[in-house]
């Protein structure tokens, strides 16, 4: 089964960013979609706004 969210380790893994950096551009992509910030963000939100394949995206999270 498929992830639905991600963390701020799983944007470290991802990008290679930092755990500040990574959670950073967390916020910043909530920002975005105009979430508050104790909400969780999806997989999908994430790879819309980094332009990531979601299909890429979900296979190293696994």
């Given at each position: 089964?498929?992830?639905?969210?991600?963390?701020?380790?799983?944007?470290?893994?991802?990008?290679?960013?930092?755990?500040?950096?990574?959670?950073?551009?967390?916020?910043?992509?909530?920002?975005?979609?105009?979430?508050?910030?104790?909400?969780?963000l999806?997989?999908?939100e994430?790879?819309?706004?980094?332009?990531?394949?979601?299909?890429?995206v979900?296979?190293?999270?696994r």
């Amino acid at each position: 089964m498929a992830r639905l969210f991600v963390s701020t380790k799983d944007v470290q893994i991802l990008t290679g960013k930092g755990k500040t950096a990574a959670h950073r551009l967390i916020m910043a992509i909530k920002k975005s979609f105009d979430k508050q910030k104790y909400l969780p963000l999806t997989v999908q939100e994430f790879c819309e706004y980094t332009g990531l394949p979601l299909d890429i995206v979900v296979e190293q999270l696994r």
